[in-house]
């Protein structure tokens, strides 16, 4: 049975570099580390809703560990990052990945660019209910490989608020 990544990408899964090709084609998950920047956006507003959504804190060179594992329609994806803990559901619908946080789900779009992949923010729900693109929160990543991993860039930004998070660092899996 193809996984998510493998079902979302069709025939331009195979255009992904090695590496990522194997972590993604995993039928029982995988798991990778790296060290983060992270990096908050100022201010007293942003500060608070990315307390709210337990964003990771600022810090320089957190410690992050990536799981990875199937579930019955997709993949739970749990980023320990420093002290925080981020658990998203990902799973497919038409051509995106959608990519579920409490009551937030965010349908990106996936391009391949260099052997790795772009993903870009196309719609949102919230408790179920679309959002008008100009109330959709933004989330903008990149993973594209190096020496035995990728390089990961993730921003996120909300309407009318702007960006509030970025992290970015190498990723490098644990070999299963």
């Known amino acids: 049975m193809a996984t998510l990544y493998q079902r979302i990408l069709g025939d331009r899964f195979e255009a992904l570099a090695p590496v990522l090709r194997r972590f993604h084609s995993q039928p029982n998950g995988g798991v990778a580390q790296g060290k983060l920047q992270v990096i908050r956006a100022p201010g007293r507003l942003k500060a608070i809703l990315a307390a709210v959504m337990r964003l990771p804190r600022q810090q320089d060179a ?14 739970r994806w749990t980023r320990f990052i420093g002290q925080s803990t ?6 497919a619908w038409k051509s995106l990945l959608l990519e579920k946080n409490g009551p937030v789900c965010l349908g990106l779009e996936i391009d391949i660019v260099e052997g790795g992949m772009v993903f870009r923010t196309r719609r949102a729900w919230f408790i179920g209910i679309p959002l008008p693109r100009w109330l959709t929160p933004e989330a903008e990543a990149t993973a594209l490989p190096v020496d035995n991993g990728w390089a990961l860039v993730v921003r996120l ?15 490098v899996p644990e070999e299963t």
């Open 62 to 75: 957190a410690v992050m560990r990536l799981e990875v594992s199937p579930t019955r329609d997709g993949e």
């Open 157 to 171: 930004s909300l309407p009318l608020v702007g960006r509030i998070l970025e992290y970015r660092g190498n990723v």
């Open 86 to 91: 981020l658990i998203t559901k990902q799973t």
